[in-house]
């Protein structure tokens, strides 16, 4: 199987959608998201850091901070999807 690059994630802001979509590919966008704001929720530190920076629970663009959080706590999609499945 192909690895999916996901470097376009480390520059700029990007619609909350598509970060979602990358994390949970096999979805619609409307579950996607909602797959991916219950996913953060869970995690207590996740969501705390993103919260520090300005993440809100209505947020639909993310900024380069959020996502240098996103990946901090669950790494780039590849490699969170990849530690899902074990």
């Known amino acids: 199987m192909k ?3 996901f470097d376009w994630l480390l520059q700029g802001c990007h619609p909350l959608s ?3 979509q990358a994390y949970y590919p096999c979805m ?3 579950s996607a ?3 991916f704001r219950k996913h953060v ?6 969501y705390a850091g993103l919260l ?3 993440y809100t ?4 663009i993310l900024t380069p901070l959020q996502i240098a959080v996103l990946i901090r706590h669950l790494g ?3 490699q969170a999807r990849r530690e899902m499945e074990q």
């Open 3 to 5: 690895e999916v690059n």
């Open 57 to 60: 629970d209505q947020i639909t």
């Open 41 to 46: 929720k869970e995690i207590a530190d996740l």
């Open 28 to 30: 619609h966008n409307s």
């Open 18 to 20: 598509e970060v979602a």
């Open 76 to 78: 780039l999609p590849n």
């Open 52 to 54: 520090e920076v300005g």
């Open 33 to 35: 998201v909602r797959s």
